[in-house]
């Protein structure tokens, strides 16, 4: 099909006047409206991604922007690569479009104490660049394309959070919005240089960067900019605000936003420029397992279901960023699977938080208790991202994290002894993924019921059914999990 990346990309951007002017007459209706033209982007998507899987080559789409001042070459490009990373996420916004029915609709009442036609206007409209922001990055041929994607999704993580959003919605959306700032802000000075000493801002260039004066500096600023929003320890403290008080329809997509920055590293560091990256390898397995740890405890110390799942997204995320940083093959491929994983598992669990507080009233899990016998099909979701996310077979989270720790044990058993020791600690914190997502459900959905919970049901079936569909893929790339790996494993033919 001509312009099938262009059209991923932009048809979501093109149609928000078009869903604007629907949902003022169709309210909350216009969701399926998005949901469509989603479906149909995802039907693109995967059409690609099997004649990708069945031997085709990867497909490439190259346009030119010209003046007098300079020219630049952008574009896109759906390899083994960023396919997979795109189609989950793709995937994940359209469940979670669907999702927003009956959830967004909850928020309005909440906040507004009405209905409102413009409102559900505005939501969808600003839901659908979250699609283009995410499709740009992962397919995106230039470092200027990359950074204005990610500008991109600035502007729906605002608005929505500033009129969906909870308590403290007004002060955590500028909190997301100055972080997220101040994160490109450093990968575009990093492109600069980069461009300043190669003549490109082609990632496809970025090999001639190698053992020019200013690489490391270059490398270094465009690497602090995706650790930024990657929310590693230290510069963590934006996360858990502003992943707990967004709505929780959209707050699998911000987990999504903050992991895509393992992408980022596997396609600028990992394939471009592995020799400059190495010299940060150590630092940064170090600084992920101290993530992984730090997040686990700030996790457990949570009471709030929506502040504990937001906390528990700063130790998952470095699980990838700890694969890479192991420069190995097994490890980079194992990184970008578990962040494909971690995708559909977190999307679960926000989702579920939200079914909890739209079904009860209420975000303390010390007000909870035996829901499962009033919302079974819920506690089963919740129990199945808790697979995902700890690595229990057959989801996907198994096969990921079990190729990431091969990857990551190889380079610390022919490293040094440092690399080792963080590996085996590395596999300690694993453990603490298992406590800390079956904990919730243990609280939440098990021990005796609450008598003020009496009148609590299952939640309506537009919310059900697209988790449900999640769940049903991170199964099927669980047993069959070559449907990743044939993609992801020649996307680092080369790499030790």
Not at 37 to 45: C, E, F, G, R, V
Not at 331 to 352: E, Q, R
Request: hydrophobic fraction near 55%; include cysteine.
């Amino acid at each position: 099909m001509p312009f099938m990346l262009l059209q991923a990309v932009l048809l979501p951007l093109i149609s928000m006047p078009l869903i604007a002017v629907l949902g003022r007459r169709l309210g909350r209706r216009v969701a399926w409206v998005s949901g469509a033209i989603l479906a149909y982007t995802n039907i693109l998507l995967a059409s690609a991604m099997f004649d990708l899987w069945n031997g085709s080559a990867p497909v490439v789409e190259t346009y030119a922007w010209t003046n007098a001042l300079f020219a630049l070459e952008f574009g896109f490009s759906a390899d083994g690569l960023s396919l997979p990373v795109a189609l989950i996420a793709n995937l994940v916004c359209n469940a979670l479009v669907i999702f927003s029915t009956e959830y967004l609709d909850h928020r309005i009442h909440a906040i507004y104490n009405r209905e409102s036609n413009s409102l559900n206007a505005f939501y969808y409209s600003l839901f659908m660049l979250f699609s283009t922001g995410l499709l740009g990055i992962a397919f995106a041929t230039n470092l200027i394309e990359v950074y204005i994607f990610l500008d991109i999704l600035l502007i729906p993580l605002y608005f929505i959070m500033d009129h969906f959003g909870y308590v403290t919605r007004h002060r955590v959306a500028t909190m997301c919005f100055l972080w997220g700032f101040i994160a490109g802000a450093l990968f575009l000075l990093g492109s600069v240089l980069a461009y300043s000493q190669t003549g490109s801002f082609m990632i496809s260039d970025l090999p001639a960067l190698v053992g020019t004066p200013l690489a490391l500096w270059s490398a270094l600023l465009m690497l602090l900019g995706m650790l930024v929003k990657l929310a590693v320890f230290g510069f963590h403290v934006w996360l858990p605000w502003v992943h707990a008080e967004h709505p929780s329809c959209i707050a699998g997509v911000l987990a999504i936003i903050v992991g895509i920055e393992n992408y980022l590293i596997a396609r600028i560091f990992v394939q471009q420029i592995p020799s400059i990256f190495e010299l940060f390898s150590l630092p940064l397995m170090v600084w992920a397992v101290v993530t992984m740890v730090y997040g686990a405890y700030l996790t457990l110390a949570q009471d709030d279901i929506k502040r504990l799942y937001a906390c528990s997204t700063i130790g998952q995320t470095a699980y990838s960023l700890l694969g890479l940083a192991s420069c190995s093959a097994f490890g980079a491929t194992g990184a970008v699977f578990y962040f494909i994983s971690h995708s559909l598992g977190k999307a679960i669990l926000f989702s579920v938080a939200g079914i909890v507080v739209y079904r009860t009233g209420a975000r303390d899990m010390r007000q909870m208790g035996g829901l499962a016998k009033r919302m079974p099909v819920t506690a089963t979701l919740c129990i199945v991202g808790s697979m995902i996310l700890s690595a229990i077979p057959p989801f996907s989270g198994f096969p990921s994290e079990w190729i990431m720790f091969v990857g990551i044990f190889q380079q610390g058993i022919q490293g040094s002894v440092a690399a080792l020791s963080v590996a085996v600690l590395g596999i300690f914190a694993t453990f603490l993924t298992s406590v800390y997502t079956f904990w919730p459900v243990m609280r939440i959905f098990f021990g005796p019921p609450r008598p003020d919970h009496e009148n609590v049901r299952e939640a309506p079936l537009t919310m059900l059914v697209p988790l449900l569909v999640l769940a049903a893929v991170s199964l099927l790339i669980g047993i069959y999990p070559e449907i990743i790996t044939r993609l992801l494993i020649p996307a680092f033919t080369g790499i030790p």
